[in-house]
């Protein structure tokens, strides 16, 4: 694993090779999951918007849903771009990366090195991303109100939570080189944003632009905060395993979503060997089981990973540096 100080000194972090013993056939389904999802979307939206325009409202809300989970996958492609796993080529991975930040509100180059302390300082006070609930001290009540806020307004709310590392006083990104291209980056949504409004407003179509990026873009955005609670908030560890909930399907359903999910919901083989791209997630399966006293073991679905996380959502925090109530 890289040192915490690798994104403070370098605008883009070196990439560890999988073993030789990573390699392994997989699937060529599997192996153009993103491709396919990223034309999953394009086709969704383009139905969503003749759907719409022929008045079948009845159509409108399943495709919203199924353009909102696939937007979900796409976002989950723009973390595995911060790892260079998204694409063979780093010029094609870096390209990725930065057009799906741009429609995200997002740095690319600030959630990769946030995303860094995440996996340095996994659900320890210096994991950024999981912030206020591994910061000790903090009221019940201001954390409730983060998880509200991130829940509901994941698509908001996301954005903020990086931006804040990024300004504060005492932002752990202090190279120069690095800030500059942050700033690059933000100017670049600004830009982008300010033209996609213009069009939109030029061409009077702002009700289509609500049914086909709005609407399936805060519902995904929402999809995405509520996987990374199951995945990490609520569970008094601080190791791969026992401070992630990881999901190993057991039914055909269950294994489609995690393939149109990058196999995200393997997340705890991820913080093990986070060199394995995402293809490869499913031959480690064995990895996820517990060795340790405090280790949690996978769950079979989404929906015993989530009652596990309901049960601990009214005091939300993480990691195991928690004084005991």
Known sequence: ???????????????????????GNTHWVTRAAFPLLSASLTVSQVALGFAYYYGIYWLCVPLVLLASHFMHGILVGFH????????????????????????????????????QKHHSHLATERDVELWPFVTVGTPRWTRRLAAFLELNFGILFTPFLFLRVFLQKDSFIRNKRVRRRIWMEYALVVVVWILIFSTVSFLHIWDYYLWVFLIPGVIAGNLQSWRKYIEHVGLKGHTARSATRSIVADSWSGRLLSLTLLHEPLHG???????????????HTALLDPDEEGDIPPFPNYRSAMMHLLRNLSDPKSGSHWPEA
């Open 1 to 23: 694993m890289n040192s915490p100080s690798t994104f403070e000194n370098d605008s883009v972090p070196p990439v560890v090779a999988p073993t030789e013993e990573d390699h």
């Open 269 to 283: 083989i991820h913080h093990v060997k986070m060199a394995l791209p995402y293809d490869k997630l499913p031959k």
């Open 80 to 115: 595995e771009a911060s790892h260079g796993h998204l694409r063979k080529s780093r010029f094609l991975n870096e390209a990725d990366g930065l057009i799906i930040g741009t429609f995200s509100f997002m740095s690319f180059s600030l959630y990769r090195a946030a995303h």
